[in-house]
């Protein structure tokens, strides 16, 4: 559960303490602990569809917990890729990342990369049907910590978005992708 002494404290945990971190699963009866922490994550609000959205991809959308605390989150969509001519679905498609997100005190801890590689992972399982060839995001052009950390993965901008944010500034993003 995220709660007020979580987002408020501003301590860095202690590295050379030994320390806990494990996913989880977002079910109805937690989705209200998402959207608290969505809101203190990102400067957006997202819609009752996006909540809605993320119930649907199973191992696609997790929490992050630090020693049972909900710190971070990864919420993604499935896009299927249609065949160009003729409007059908091919067996082949992208995944969005639509938020990826830890808590400030607990960056830089592994907790981001944990997420991002669960999802690397289930997205190229052999099993995995529709077959994923893509992985993409949105990034703000002034988040270099967010353009870093993507580029560790081998992520790459793509193209630019001017006027992608509506309510923050700048209201540019990048579009980040990883091939698969």
Known sequence: MVTSTAIKNNKTPKRNTAHRVALGEITPNNLGQLKKLNTVLFPVQYSEKFYKDVLEVGEFAKFAYFNDCCIGAVCCRKEQIKESNQGTTS?????????????????NLGIGTKLLTHILQHATLTTQHPKFVEIYLHVQTSNEEALAFYKKYDF??????EGYYKKISPPDAYVLSKKL
């Open 156 to 161: 790459e901008i793509v193209a630019t978005v």
């Open 91 to 107: 067996d082949q498609a992208k995944l969005y990342i639509m938020t990826l997100g830890v808590l400030a005190p607990y960056r």
